[in-house]
């Protein structure tokens, strides 16, 4: 049984991916405690406000919670019964196998085919923001949600391909929407790609009875959630407490304000802290610089968000050094502050929000230049293929900005400083889809690269990832022992 085991595994590469990626989990699960935060308050709710805990007192903090809180009683359900007793042994347990799902789930959507580059950029996420709030509580309602949303994004790339679904599988992947859209932001972004699959599967006229009936069940469950969401009586008290504890002026603000103030903190965090997004504009750039070797306007274009990248994070120190008026514009503006009835008169208040613009029109254009390249490079190509680069541009831009609107929106929730690093979550991890998909279509272009050149961005990823590692394990540690 075993020698059959490691068979399986020495003939899969992906296999052997995965495993590193979870025994790369398990170490970082051994040094994760519960001594703060949320989950000791669910801890509080679930042992001692009931004299025992069972299905009866489940059902009354459940629905004390969507009668005085939050809609997430789906989530909070799971996390009541892991969290009476701390169960965290049961837990880790558990978080280790939806950590395998995910890797899985992730390296099926891009079919298997860039699995090593895959398991690089999901170790550059940031696992320590999974315990701002506590471990338990942020890895069941934001995690357990991504793999669960994958899932179920697996029966759509099914259908897609005119493969088929078993009723069995069907049920599993519909169960899995029903509590991956119970989180709002996940719910708007199923939501999305619902919409652009049944374009495509209308385009590739694909449809066939069972596969409307079935899609239509996921839209109701979708959007079903979206609602209950919405209408839940808890949200008055949930944003009058938000506005109240940490947007005082919240009220005051426009559609526009909120607007600007989306786009402000997404690409704000974006520019100066994800490691995610630095490698996404890195990889643009040189598809760029390859594609088009004697455009310097597109270069340039292409090296613009690298450039505002690089300045605002790695180079940070140097900036504020010497050019500190242009540091403490961008610096304020990451955090509450924005252009209202005391600045509207400085020029300075808008830089911001042209800027990070800017590097988003950057970021679009260069998809659109890697994906249909001019007529005079695809001259000898079919006008079929060159519609599948159209397609194909179409695809990736309305992804990339899916994933910008589902952390833009939280713009207007009074809560948007409150749940840190972890609301850009979903952003990074299409960020992370679209390094694949983008590697994929374009991989060939890197074996014209002159000498060493690939091995050592090869090596260079694989140092990032060493790094992100270490950062996450000293960061653990460090929050119990110095924090």
Same mark, same amino acid.
């Given at each position: 049984?075993?020698?059959?085991?490691?068979?399986?595994?020495?003939?899969?590469?992906?296999?052997?991916?995965? +495993?590193?990626? $979870?025994? *790369?989990?398990?170490?970082?699960?051994?040094? =994760?405690? /519960?001594?703060?935060?949320?989950? #000791?308050?669910?801890?509080?709710?679930?042992?001692?406000?009931?004299?025992?805990f069972g299905i009866g007192a489940l059902y009354r903090l459940l629905k004390y919670r969507y009668e005085s809180w939050t809609s997430r009683i789906v989530l909070e359900a799971p996390l009541f019964v892991l969290t009476h007793g701390m169960h965290q042994l049961l837990w880790s347990v558990i978080n280790l196998i939806m950590h395998?799902?995910?890797?899985?789930?992730?390296?099926?959507?891009?079919?298997?085919?860039?699995?090593?580059?895959?398991l690089l950029t999901i170790l550059?996420?940031?696992?320590?923001?999974?315990?701002?709030?506590?471990?338990?509580?942020?890895?069941?309602?934001?995690?357990?949600? +991504?793999?669960? $949303?994958? *899932?179920?994004?697996?029966?759509?790339?099914? =259908?897609? /391909?005119?493969?088929?679904?078993? #009723?069995?599988?069907?049920?599993i992947c519909v169960m899995c929407e029903f509590y991956a859209t119970s989180l709002e932001q996940f719910a708007g972004l199923y939501l999305g790609i619902l919409v652009l699959f049944t374009m495509l599967m209308i385009a590739d006229q694909r449809f066939t009875p069972s596969r409307v009936a079935f899609t239509v069940i996921q839209y109701v469950i979708c959007i079903g959630n979206i609602v209950f969401a919405l209408t839940g009586p808890g949200n008055h008290v949930k944003e009058g407490y938000g506005v109240w504890y940490w947007f005082p002026d919240y009220d005051s603000l426009t559609i526009v304000d909120k607007m600007v103030m989306a786009v402000n903190t997404t690409m704000s965090f974006l520019t100066e802290k994800s490691i995610i997004w630095f490698v996404f504009v890195v990889l643009i750039l040189m598809i760029v610089l390859v594609k088009y070797p004697r455009d310097v306007f597109r270069s340039a274009v292409a090296a613009f968000p690298v450039a505002i990248t690089i300045i605002r994070s790695f180079l940070s120190t140097a900036g504020k050094a010497y050019f500190p008026d242009?540091?403490?514009?961008?610096?304020?503006?990451?955090?509450?502050?924005?252009?209202?009835?005391?600045?509207?008169?400085?020029?300075?208040?808008?830089?911001?929000?042209?800027?990070?613009?800017?590097?988003?029109?950057?970021?679009?254009?260069?998809?659109?230049?890697?994906?249909?390249?001019?007529?005079?490079?695809?001259?000898?190509?079919p006008s079929l293929d060159r519609i599948?680069?159209?397609?194909?541009?179409?695809?990736?831009?309305?992804?990339?900005?899916?994933?910008?609107?589902?952390?833009?929106?939280?713009?207007?929730?009074?809560?948007?400083?409150?749940s840190s690093q972890r609301t850009f979550m979903v952003t990074e991890f299409v960020l992370i889809y679209l390094i694949q998909r983008l590697y994929g279509r374009q991989m060939k272009l890197f074996d014209v690269l002159p000498g060493q050149f690939p091995r050592l961005c090869r090596i260079g990823m694989i140092c990032l990832a060493v790094l992100s590692v270490i950062n996450n394990l000293l960061t653990i540690t460090n929050r119990y022992y110095y924090g």
């Open positions: 049984m075993l020698s059959r085991f490691f068979q399986y595994v020495k003939k899969n590469k992906y296999v052997q991916y995965m +495993l590193v990626y $979870v025994a *790369i989990m398990a170490i970082l699960h051994v040094f =994760m405690r /519960e001594y703060d935060s949320d989950t #000791v308050g669910y801890y509080s709710r679930a042992s001692w406000e009931e004299p025992s395998g799902i995910l890797y899985v789930a992730l390296d099926c959507l891009t079919d298997h085919k860039h699995s090593r580059l895959l550059l996420y940031p696992v320590y923001e999974m315990g701002t709030a506590g471990w338990i509580t942020c890895y069941i309602i934001y995690w357990w949600t +991504l793999t669960l $949303v994958s *899932i179920s994004l697996l029966s759509l790339k099914v =259908m897609h /391909e005119d493969g088929r679904l078993s #009723v069995v599988q069907m049920i242009y540091m403490y514009i961008l610096d304020v503006y990451s955090d509450a502050a924005r252009v209202d009835p005391t600045n509207y008169n400085s020029p300075s208040g808008y830089i911001p929000f042209i800027l990070y613009m800017t590097v988003v029109t950057a970021v679009l254009c260069s998809i659109v230049w890697i994906c249909i390249p001019d007529s005079d490079v695809t001259s000898d190509v599948a680069d159209v397609r194909e541009t179409w695809v990736l831009l309305y992804v990339i900005i899916l994933g910008f609107a589902v952390r833009g929106v939280m713009g207007f929730s009074p809560t948007i400083y409150a």
